[in-house]
């Protein structure tokens, strides 16, 4: 399950929304889940030096552990491999966009176009205050994350 709660994914992406019930999958209407060897997504996901660049170890963790929680459980969710395939990009792209948030964040000029990047990515978790460690922002934003996974 991933850190901070959440649940398990249905059928569809944390990055445009996961059906979501209290530790069940919805079935979606048209036909049952047909797992999808996670194995290749995880690989994808862990090499991914993007994902981390520029962030400290303690929150390049975070994410990483949250990414590959919500791969395996989209993997698991999954009607065919391509849909799963196509809901890891758009997770992988959220981590990224989390990851510059953070950095920007951070920085002691950086506010102003971390604010931006969220406009622009649309996310919906509130700023955080400004004297918020780096580790402690990457939990509220991740615990934020699987608490809305409609979002």
Do not use: Y
Request: hydrophobic content about 40%; charged content about 25%; overall charge negative.
């Amino acid at each position: 399950m991933p850190a901070g709660g959440g649940g398990t994914a249905g059928n569809r992406c944390p990055a445009r929304g996961a059906d979501h019930a209290a530790g069940h999958r919805v079935p979606a209407a048209g036909g049952p889940f047909m797992p999808t060897p996670c194995d290749p997504m995880l690989r994808h996901v862990l090499r991914d030096e993007a994902l981390t660049r520029g962030l400290g170890d303690i929150e390049a963790k975070m994410l990483v552990e949250w990414l590959t929680d919500w791969t395996e459980l989209l993997a698991e969710a999954s009607r065919t491999p391509d849909d799963a395939w196509s809901c890891v990009h758009r997770l992988c792209r959220r981590g990224r966009a989390i990851r510059r948030f953070v950095q920007l964040w951070n920085e002691p000029q950086g506010r102003g176009a971390a604010s931006q990047l969220a406009a622009a990515e649309r996310f919906a978790w509130p700023l955080p205050p400004s004297d918020l460690e780096a580790p402690d922002l990457m939990h509220h934003i991740l615990t934020w994350e699987n608490q809305h996974p409609e979002r």
